[in-house]
């Protein structure tokens, strides 16, 4: 790997992402101590349940009398009560069901109280919030013809003005139907967390690599938070897991800190000179949340009741991340970064126009504004648009990582080794172990063929010996040009008659080059040491032994021309 060295036309990501990953662990730290005081914050919540229905038809009820004061009571709640005579019911008994927006719910049969969901708002003030959640109960067969009433009570008007959908049958059949409804609904908001897990395990794996893409690792972690946010607010999957406050206060929680890991992706796409911005809207919106928190707890005001606060910011947010966009696309137009500037605005366009559709549909019909479809669809050609321009550009970095790598340990008039290469590896190389032996090569008269016929016909000596030597001891060692007319080769074998296989394999070679219709005649020194420890207090006192004995053999092969 390049180690420490600036090469042009690379970019090599340092830890210039330091403030970043501050940030980001703040974010962490923050999530769990808030997670933690909303925790503790947690009181039972009564609920009498039965269920020992027979299979029967899903019927939805729709002949209720609704009647509603309009005005809060004594405890501050809207109080709407739901009538009907009980249909017939199939065996011995049914199960309804029916899912309730931030209410208490109590049902009647006549005047004996069947079911009741009640918040206990007087022990602490976490309990403000009341969570959404299915509401079912068993209605027996003893109850048809009488009158039942359902009454729910709520703190916001808005909820008590809408009516929820009453399902009675079997439970298993109104799971099944309401799964199916939600199907579409739950494949995207798996597929936006599947993309988050998948981008965050691909960053484990390439982040051993001096090419850490961090885009990768933010938009990992804030899909998968967005994902799973969008999965446990499906009604039908709250069902499933149960815990509905748990579920709701979790669900306020991880919202309103979305954004940071999301700023901190966009501030690697945006020039640096707008990091400071972006930086300045994470604390703020880690402020935010923060303060929610502290209100909720002072009982001032309620994560529901703020909830408003959060959705403002978040569009502000998203208004000032096009802004920037358009402004960082028109700086890096000319950049590597061009491709995902145009992506992240484009998209960011889509998300925020999905955006708000779902949260005009939240607060237009809170019971079945839970879906979000609009910002998953978003979401989901956002990510995926992404991860394409990320890999596309990660696959350039690599490659130009790689080239940059050749560059800095190959030579690059014969395509060996280089000197630098050569040091590394002799570092590497623990001379407790094993056998270490070097061979030293120069070449004959090569200032004589620049002299005399060019440095071209020069360049061509060097190129055919550095052949002619990595062919030959190919099988025992690897070969490196250390100098302009010096080559070593580093080997772990020190058997004389492979030895000799490669020095005869070399003569051979340099007779068959010289013997043809060549314009240069090559000539070759070769020699070679083992390393001693009684002799050599490191390799290099073994490569100079070698060099020693190549210049032994340089004097022999000119006496024998003369």
């Given at each position: 790997?390049?180690?420490g060295?600036k090469?042009?036309?690379?970019?090599f990501?340092?830890?210039?992402?330091?403030m970043?990953?501050?940030i980001?662990?703040?974010?962490f730290?923050l999530?769990?101590?808030?997670?933690f005081?909303l925790?503790?914050?947690f009181?039972?919540?009564?609920v009498?349940?039965f269920?020992e229905t027979?299979?029967?038809?899903?019927?939805?009820?729709?002949?209720?009398?609704?009647?509603?004061?309009?005005?809060?009571?004594?405890?501050?709640?809207?109080?709407?009560?739901y009538?009907?005579r009980v249909?017939?019911i199939?065996n011995?008994?049914?199960?309804?069901?029916?899912?309730?927006?931030?209410?208490d719910?109590?049902?009647y049969v006549?005047?004996?109280r069947?079911?009741t969901?009640?918040?206990?708002?007087?022990e602490?003030?976490?309990?403000?919030?009341r969570s959404?959640?299915?509401d079912?109960?068993?209605v027996?067969?003893?109850y048809?013809?009488k009158?039942l009433?359902v009454?729910?009570?709520t703190?916001?008007k808005?909820?008590?003005?809408?009516?929820?959908l009453?399902?009675?049958?079997?439970?298993?059949?109104?799971?099944i139907?309401e799964?199916?409804?939600?199907l579409?609904?739950?494949f995207l908001?798996?597929?936006?967390?599947?993309?988050g897990?998948?981008m965050?395990i691909?960053?484990v794996f390439?982040?051993?690599?001096?090419?850490?893409n961090?885009?990768?690792?933010?938009?990992?972690?804030?899909?998968a938070?967005?994902g799973f946010?969008?999965?446990?607010n499906i009604?039908?999957?709250?069902?499933l897991i149960?815990?509905?406050?748990m579920l709701e206060?979790i669900s306020y929680l991880?919202?309103?800190m979305l954004?940071?890991?999301f700023i901190?992706?966009?501030?690697q796409?945006?020039a640096?000179k707008?990091?400071?911005?972006?930086?300045?809207?994470?604390?703020?919106?880690?402020?935010v949340?923060?303060g929610?928190v502290?209100?909720?707890m002072?009982?001032?005001?309620?994560l529901k009741?703020?909830?408003?606060i959060i959705?403002?910011?978040i569009?502000?947010?998203?208004a000032?991340?096009?802004l920037?966009?358009?402004?960082?696309?028109?700086?890096?137009?000319e950049s590597?970064?061009?491709?995902i500037s145009?992506?992240?605005?484009?998209?960011l366009?889509?998300?925020?126009?999905?955006?708000?559709?779902d949260?005009?549909?939240?607060?237009?019909?809170?019971?079945?504004?839970?879906?979000?479809?609009c910002?998953?669809?978003?979401?989901l050609l956002y990510?995926?648009?992404?991860?394409y321009a990320t890999m596309?550009?990660?696959?350039e970095?690599v490659q130009?990582?790689?080239?940059a790598?050749?560059?800095?340990?190959?030579?690059?008039?014969?395509r060996l080794n280089n000197r630098?290469a050569?040091?590394?590896?002799?570092e590497?190389?623990?001379?407790?172990?094993?056998?270490h032996t070097?061979?030293m090569?120069d070449l004959n008269?090569?200032k004589?063929?620049?002299?005399?016929m060019g440095?071209h016909?020069?360049?061509?000596?060097i190129?055919i010996s550095?052949?002619?030597?990595?062919e030959?001891?190919?099988d025992?060692?690897?070969?490196?040009r250390i100098?302009?007319?010096?080559?070593c080769i580093?080997?772990?074998?020190d058997d004389p008659?492979?030895i000799q296989a490669?020095?005869?394999k070399?003569?051979?070679r340099?007779?068959?080059?010289n013997?043809g219709?060549?314009v240069?005649?090559?000539?070759?020194a070769?020699g070679y040491?083992?390393?001693d420890?009684n002799?050599d207090?490191?390799?290099?006192?073994t490569r100079?032994r070698?060099?020693?004995?190549?210049y032994?053999?340089?004097?022999?092969?000119k006496?024998?021309k003369?």
């Open positions: 790997m390049v180690s060295k090469i042009p036309g690379v970019i990501v340092k830890d210039e992402n330091d970043n990953k501050k980001l662990a703040v974010w730290v999530l769990i101590i808030l997670f005081f925790k503790s914050g009181t039972s919540v009564r009498m349940r269920s027979q299979e029967t038809k899903v019927r939805e009820l729709t002949d209720w009398k609704v009647s509603s004061s309009g005005q809060k009571d004594e405890n501050g709640n809207y109080i709407s009560t009538t009907i249909p017939l199939h011995s008994s049914e199960t309804m069901m029916f899912y309730t927006t931030h209410s719910v109590s049902v006549e005047k004996e069947i079911y969901v009640s918040t206990n708002l007087s602490n003030t976490f309990q403000a919030v959404n959640r299915w079912q109960f068993s027996e067969k003893a048809e013809g009158r009433r009454v729910l009570k703190p916001y808005s909820v008590a003005e809408r009516a929820p009453f399902l009675l049958g079997n439970e298993l059949d109104i799971v139907m799964l199916k409804a939600a579409l609904s739950i908001a798996f597929a936006v967390f599947a993309c897990i998948a965050c691909y960053y390439s982040g051993k690599s001096r090419l850490k961090y885009r990768t690792i933010y938009l990992g972690i804030f899909s938070f967005i946010w969008f999965l446990i009604p039908i999957v709250q069902f149960g815990n509905y406050m206060y991880i919202f309103g954004p940071i890991p901190l992706f966009e501030k796409i945006v640096q707008f990091g400071w911005l972006l930086s300045l809207i994470a604390v703020y919106i880690m402020l949340q923060t929610r502290v209100l909720q002072t009982g001032y005001m309620d009741e703020s909830q408003t959705h403002v910011v569009l502000l947010s998203i000032m991340f096009i920037l966009g358009i402004v960082n696309m028109y700086v890096n137009r590597e970064k061009s491709l145009r992506v992240n605005v484009i998209f366009l889509v998300i925020a126009a999905g955006s708000g559709i949260i005009l549909t939240y607060y237009i019909y809170p019971q079945g504004g839970k879906e979000f479809n910002s998953k669809f978003a979401l990510i995926v648009s992404l991860v596309k550009e990660t696959e970095l130009k990582a790689q080239d790598e050749r560059l800095a340990y190959t030579d690059e008039l014969t630098t050569y040091n590394e590896a002799v590497k190389i623990d001379l407790t172990k094993g056998v070097v061979f090569c008269n090569l004589k063929c620049n002299d005399t440095h016909w020069g360049d061509t000596y190129k550095a052949g002619i030597i990595q030959s001891f190919a025992i060692g690897r070969a490196y100098g302009g007319d010096e080559f580093i080997s772990d074998v008659e492979q490669a020095y005869d070399l003569a051979y340099v007779e068959e080059y013997t219709t060549s240069i005649e090559i000539g070759i070769v040491a083992r390393y420890a002799i207090k490191n390799l290099e006192d100079i070698a060099d020693q004995r190549m032994l053999n340089k004097e022999m092969i006496n024998k003369n």
